[in-house]
């Protein structure tokens, strides 16, 4: 038996789980949400592979993560969790802010995304609205994604080009890029040439450099 499974609930509470590589910042969150009277929170996870383990054993209803997964990815985290059949509400706690991570998280199923900078209050109104499954950015994120998009649709940036400066940040190699997008290489190699042109710099370091200073990473 898990140890997942030590922990009784009340069942009108949310069964939380917290994936959390940081270990200060893991025990931080996990005591938190501990103080929330809707949340019966499970044991936490360090890693996707023992988030995958938690959900097999403690089946929690709602899940909240960092993006930022040390080896794993994040973005690949939380799309197979809202894939599951009787899939979790995620809530994104994370260091990365970039418009395009949130919108990757966004687009994959995430419920919620806030900074680590954020208030107990605005964690708990994200939950809430997770739990009535509503979504919830963060009120910086949501101005950036704002600016972001209209900056996006003035400069020619598409969706497929914030998510290629997610796998460039990633550190992810033409061919893996390839495999996450369902694209081919030449394809993914058009694509970075079109990009590298719109930010106006010649190569992946660049790239993300100016992708950081424009707000997008």
């Not at 290629?164 to 369902?182: P, W």
């Amino acid at each position: 038996m898990g140890v997942a499974t030590l922990v009784e609930c009340q069942a009108e509470t949310m069964r939380t789980l917290v994936v959390q590589p940081d270990a200060l910042c893991r025990e931080g969150l996990t005591r938190l949400l501990r103080e929330f009277d809707e949340l019966c929170v499970m044991p936490p996870a360090a890693s996707v592979v023992e988030g995958l383990d938690r959900m097999d054993t403690a089946m929690p209803d709602l899940v909240v993560t960092e993006l930022d997964l040390p080896v794993d990815d994040g973005l690949a985290f939380v799309d197979s969790l809202c894939r599951l059949p009787n899939p979790p509400a995620v809530v994104v706690v994370s260091r990365q802010t970039g418009w395009a991570y949130v919108r990757a998280a966004l687009e994959r199923g995430a419920r919620g995304y806030l900074p680590r900078t954020a208030s107990p209050g605005e964690l708990q109104e994200a939950i809430r609205r997770a739990r009535s499954g509503q979504r919830y950015v963060h009120h910086a994120l949501a101005a950036n994604l704002l600016d972001m998009t209209i900056g996006a649709s003035e400069q020619g940036l598409t969706e497929r080009e914030c998510a290629l400066l997610v796998r460039i940040a990633q550190g992810d190699t033409n061919h893996e890029i390839a495999q996450a997008l369902f694209l081919s290489e030449k394809t993914v190699r058009n694509a970075l040439t079109r990009l590298f042109h719109k930010l106006r710099v010649r190569n992946r370091m660049a790239a993300l450099a100016a992708a950081r200073q424009q707000g997008y990473l």
